[in-house]
């Protein structure tokens, strides 16, 4: 019985060291990095040997602690299957060591200096007793009789003395005063280790089984949180009116692992959460009061830094735009990226953009001209909302956040005012009228606006302006003459559009007429 209970044990000896030996921690390279604007798939590669039972236990360390576990993916060799696979976070063994052997050097050297620090403080309390007893018997009492030179030795002992002491207890008190510096920077050494051992890694442990004594090379795939990138353009624009646009990927991620000149592309959109297909959902539509010269926004853009990180772009509602295609977009050549989260501007293409210039005019609250780059061609450009730095004429404009229009409408580039295409706006006095009949007071109001191209050649003009709108029955609005102007009655804008010849100038005018009650006073004007 106690030779079968020896055997068994043996059996079990040799299973566990066939098991462990069967089993190794690894870090494999990342091999290829796929970027979305929130989150990023990250490839890595590296061979596994099954054993002769077919198996292998396998612990991938070095990854980043914040993974979508559910995201995994791996390619097996021939005939493998993958037995179970566990993600855990963890303190890199290599790491605990190396820092707790810095801990104990600095456990050490916190103690050698408080005890050098209590010794410096002993032997200054002594120095300060004696200090202290000398100046206590600094005078001579009593009826004996010194002679001069008895006088002149004591006082030059008191003199010499005390003047020593005030030395010796300055360099102590200096000393201390260094002890103390060196103590505190031991102990933000002390507080950085201990915050560095809160620092863990993720770490996937994954079971193959296939043929016995089999090897693959197995390429495994997941996707992280804490990366993320927006596109930006530089957009330079020739007299014409066509850009040369150059797209560029401003790109973070935050990882702790350094992404080291891997190929990287970088995709519209997010990752699929799941294996299974998402739930679909309506689409509903609504309305919005919008320009009639334009049907979006520009969001102006005061400043930037697409190295520092100036916004996470990344976090914007990108489901406001008209951008319905999902793009992928690859660098010519490797990348690196910080996994400190510092952002990088990667260049991916430049192409050209056919635009066309044009100018828009609003009196009402500016003399010069905004200078436009209308483009139609922009939807073949696999244009995608983001920030734009333009230049005109070798000088740098500004910069804009570009949302994108509809499918089918034109893609409007501001930029800047433009001096030489200039308006003004005057109320026209003379047709200016207030009158009463009845219970009802009209009032009429008239204006002109006059509009010049100072440029050399023919220009595209939209002028814009506004008639007042009443939400009130007892308020009637009537629109006088538009001077060929296009009103629109739910907003009360009015366009103009106009060619320009050079150096030509021309007048506009528009005016209403508004009734409301006599006894009432109208707001708004």
Same mark, same amino acid.
């Given at each position: 019985?106690?030779?079968?209970?020896?055997?068994?044990?043996?059996?079990?000896?040799?299973? =566990?060291?066939?098991?462990?030996?069967?089993?190794?921690?690894?870090?494999?390279?990342?091999?290829?990095?796929?970027?979305?604007?929130?989150?990023?798939?990250?490839?890595?590669?590296?061979?596994?040997?099954?054993?002769?039972?077919?198996?292998?236990?396998?612990?991938?360390?070095?990854?980043?602690?914040?993974?979508?576990?559910?995201?995994?993916?791996?390619?097996?060799?021939?005939?493998?299957? /993958?037995? =179970?696979?566990?993600?855990?976070?963890?303190?890199?063994? @290599?790491?605990? &060591?190396?820092?707790?052997?810095?801990?104990?050097?600095?456990?050490? &050297?916190?103690?050698? #200096?408080?005890?050098?620090? &209590?010794?410096?403080?002993?032997? %200054?309390?002594?120095?300060?007793?004696?200090?202290?007893?000398?100046?206590?018997?600094?005078?001579?009492?009593?009826?004996?009789?010194?002679?001069? @030179?008895?006088?002149?030795?004591?006082? #030059?002992?008191?003199?010499?003395?005390?003047?020593?002491?005030?030395? %010796?207890?300055?360099?102590?008190?200096?000393?201390?005063?260094?002890?103390?510096?060196? +103590?505190?920077? %031991?102990?933000? @050494?002390?507080?950085?280790?201990?915050?560095?051992?809160?620092?863990?890694?993720?770490? +996937?442990?994954?079971?193959?089984?296939?043929?016995?004594?089999?090897?693959?090379?197995?390429?495994?795939?997941?996707?992280?949180?804490?990366?993320?990138?927006?596109?930006?353009?530089?957009?330079?624009?020739?007299?014409?009116?066509?850009?040369?646009?150059?797209?560029?990927?401003?790109?973070?991620?935050?990882?702790?692992?350094?992404?080291?000149?891997?190929?990287?592309?970088?995709?519209?959109?997010?990752?699929?959460?799941?294996?299974?297909?998402?739930?679909?959902?309506?689409?509903?539509?609504?309305?919005?009061?919008?320009?009639?010269?334009?049907?979006?926004?520009?969001?102006?853009?005061?400043?930037?830094?697409?190295? *520092?990180?100036?916004?996470?772009?990344?976090?914007?509602?990108?489901?406001? =735009?008209?951008?319905?295609?999902?793009?992928?977009?690859?660098?010519?050549?490797?990348?690196?990226?910080?996994?400190?989260?510092?952002?990088?501007?990667?260049?991916?293409?430049?192409?050209?953009?056919?635009?066309?210039?044009?100018?828009?005019?609003?009196?009402?609250?500016?003399?010069?001209?905004?200078?436009?780059?209308?483009?139609?061609?922009?939807?073949?450009?696999?244009?995608?909302?983001?920030?734009?730095?333009?230049?005109?004429?070798?000088?740098?404009?500004?910069?804009?956040?570009?949302?994108?229009?509809?499918?089918?409408?034109?893609?409007?580039?501001? /930029?800047?005012?433009?001096?030489?295409?200039?308006?003004?706006?005057?109320?026209?006095?003379?047709?200016?009228?207030?009158?009463?009949?009845?219970?009802?007071?009209?009032?009429?109001?008239?204006?002109?606006?006059?509009?010049?191209?100072?440029? #050399?050649?023919?220009? *595209?003009?939209?002028?814009?302006?506004?008639?007042?709108?009443?939400?009130?029955?007892?308020?009637?609005?009537?629109?006088?003459? %538009?001077?060929?102007?296009?009103?629109?009655?739910?907003?009360?804008?009015?366009? +103009?559009?106009?060619?320009?010849?050079?150096?030509?100038?021309?007048?506009?005018?528009?005016?209403?007429?508004?009734?409301?009650?006599?006894?009432?006073?109208?707001?708004?004007?």
């Amino acid at each position: 019985m106690n030779l079968n209970k020896s055997l068994f044990s043996a059996l079990v000896g040799a299973m =566990s060291i066939t098991l462990a030996s069967s089993q190794s921690s690894v870090q494999w390279p990342i091999e290829a990095v796929t970027v979305y604007q929130q989150g990023a798939k990250v490839e890595r590669a590296g061979e596994v040997v099954l054993d002769a039972e077919g198996k292998a236990v396998l612990t991938l360390v070095g990854l980043s602690p914040a993974v979508h576990q559910e995201m995994l993916q791996v390619s097996l060799g021939a005939g493998w299957s /993958l037995a =179970s696979h566990v993600f855990h976070t963890a303190v890199p063994s @290599d790491q605990a &060591a190396l820092v707790a052997q810095q801990q104990a050097d600095l456990e050490s &050297a916190i103690r050698a #200096n408080r005890q050098t620090y &209590a010794l410096r403080e002993a032997l %200054l309390f002594t120095y300060e007793e004696e200090l202290a007893m000398i100046r206590s018997n600094r005078s001579v009492n009593g009826g004996e009789l010194l002679l001069v @030179d008895d006088l002149r030795d004591h006082a #030059n002992f008191w003199r010499e003395r005390v003047k020593e002491l005030s030395y %010796l207890m300055l360099e102590l008190r200096m000393e201390m005063e260094a002890l103390t510096e060196e +103590w505190d920077r %031991l102990e933000d @050494d002390r507080a950085r280790l201990e915050q560095t051992l809160n620092v863990e890694e993720g770490q +996937w442990t994954l079971r193959f089984a296939g043929p016995p004594r089999s090897k693959a090379d197995v390429r495994l795939s997941y996707v992280v949180t804490g990366a993320g990138w927006a596109p930006v353009y530089d957009a330079e624009v020739s007299e014409s009116g066509t850009m040369e646009m150059k797209r560029y990927a401003s790109v973070y991620q935050t990882t702790g692992n350094d992404w080291e000149e891997v190929p990287m592309a970088f995709v519209v959109g997010n990752p699929l959460q799941s294996i299974a297909p998402p739930t679909v959902t309506k689409k509903e539509l609504g309305l919005t009061v919008q320009s009639a010269a334009n049907s979006y926004a520009w969001e102006a853009q005061a400043s930037f830094d697409d190295y *520092d990180g100036f916004e996470d772009l990344t976090r914007r509602d990108l489901t406001a =735009s008209n951008s319905v295609d999902r793009y992928e977009f690859e660098p010519a050549s490797p990348v690196f990226i910080q996994g400190d989260g510092t952002r990088e501007r990667v260049f991916i293409e430049a192409f050209e953009l056919a635009g066309e210039l044009n100018y828009l005019l609003l009196p009402e609250y500016a003399d010069e001209a905004y200078q436009l780059v209308n483009s139609g061609a922009w939807a073949t450009a696999q244009l995608v909302p983001g920030r734009v730095q333009v230049i005109a004429g070798g000088m740098y404009r500004g910069a804009y956040y570009m949302q994108l229009p509809a499918p089918g409408d034109t893609l409007q580039v501001p /930029l800047g005012q433009d001096v030489r295409v200039r308006s003004s706006r005057e109320r026209v006095l003379d047709r200016c009228t207030s009158t009463v009949f009845g219970g009802s007071r009209k009032t009429q109001q008239s204006f002109e606006i006059t509009v010049e191209n100072q440029h #050399n050649r023919p220009i *595209d003009v939209v002028i814009q302006d506004a008639v007042p709108v009443s939400n009130s029955s007892d308020i009637e609005v009537e629109v006088l003459g %538009l001077s060929g102007g296009e009103l629109d009655a739910v907003s009360g804008e009015v366009v +103009w559009n106009l060619q320009l010849a050079p150096n030509e100038r021309k007048t506009l005018s528009f005016g209403y007429i508004i009734t409301y009650p006599k006894r009432r006073s109208i707001q708004g004007l």
